[in-house]
């Protein structure tokens, strides 16, 4: 996907396109290649690339790369009358996704704040995983020091006993997240913990999109502006969706629909999408 207009090369990485070690273009592998600024696409394999292109360096990443120069790839870009919806839908889920990463900045300056509290005040802060709070806190932690913790699939169980159908859309970004982080540090799950996690995926899913409001946002509590609401279930929808697919993949599970694209379960994105850009 390119956004640019002023580019004379576009660069490929060599990973990308040969194998490394033999210099031989990769077999059966396509480029789906979407110019948004001229609303044009194309569609071509790694022998093209090798075959339209300089090897060369990129000074931007430091390393050499397969460098089509921009007559070449233009020459095959093509119209069609679908990429207007296409690309409006790409500029929108790209939106989504930088609004909900916001999220993980505000919760940092929650707690670099709470920190500073206890070091200034010289006090001693202990966090008990004894609810969900303390849980998540304890998850967000470990998770930016690289610490797993002990008996992670106990967590993973216990995690989830805190699922239930009358979860706010607050308390549901916390389960998720920490579900997403002990979920990653697992290394083998036994059938019952499998089953554990895929109910309650489904009931959180569930859940968010009971959630939904016809203008685009969301609602679940008065404490809660709807635009913190549509955040939390943007940001927990996108945790799910990358779990369920990682369960497919690693574990086989076949009562969990496969995820074909981004938000595909938001109950309305370009809806949502358009209430977020009234703000």
Known sequence: MQKKTDLNFY??????VARVKQKKPIENKYFFYLN?????????????????????????????AYRVPKENMEKILKEHSCLSDLIQNIEAKETLLNFQYDLLDKISKD??????QVIDEKKILNFIPDNLDSIF????????????????????????TYVHEK?????????????DFLYSVTENLKENEINCIVNGIKQ??????????PNGFYTSSPKESPYNEAQYSIFAM?????????LIYNYEIKNLQPIRRIFENLNDFRK??????GF
């Open 11 to 16: 660069d490929f990485k060599v990973s990308k």
């Open 238 to 246: 996108n945790l799910l969706e990358d779990i369920i697919q990682d």
């Open 204 to 213: 959180l899913m569930t859940l968010i999109q009971n959630y939904f409001e």
């Open 167 to 179: 979860n706010t859309l607050s308390e549901i970004y916390k389960i998720v997240y920490s579900l």
């Open 36 to 64: 948004i600024p001229l609303k044009k696409y194309a569609f071509f394999d790694t022998r093209w690339v090798i075959g339209n292109s300089n090897y060369g360096m990129v000074e931007a990443w430091r390393s050499y």
């Open 272 to 277: 949502t999408y358009n209430f977020i850009k």
């Open 111 to 116: 707690l670099s704040f709470l920190f500073q």
């Open 137 to 160: 806190r304890i998850c967000f932690i470990r998770n930016a020091i690289g610490k797993i913790p002990q008996n992670v699939n106990l967590w993973i169980v216990y995690l989830l």
